[in-house]
């Protein structure tokens, strides 16, 4: 079993490789687009709304007393 290698000393750099990706941007907008018609994601930003009304009911409740 190998030893794990240490952890670098705070200030230390260290070299991270990073690669880049790339994406196709038509293939990006067609999916930005059935996303947006879908039932799926239009149900994720209707649970937001409802989300942020609970909070938002909360915080007038607390600012009431």
Do not use: C, F, M
């Given at each position: 079993m190998p030893e794990p290698e240490p952890n670098p000393?705070?200030?230390?750099?260290?070299l991270i490789d990073i690669q880049e990706v790339r994406y196709s941007l038509?293939?990006?907008l067609k999916e930005?687009?059935?996303e947006r018609?879908?039932?799926?994601f239009a149900?994720?930003?209707?649970?937001?709304?409802e989300i942020s009304k609970i909070f938002d009911q909360k915080k007038r409740a607390r600012g009431k007393h």
């Open positions: 000393i705070p200030g230390e750099e260290t038509p293939q990006l930005l687009e059935v018609t879908s039932s799926v149900k994720e930003i209707l649970d937001q709304t």
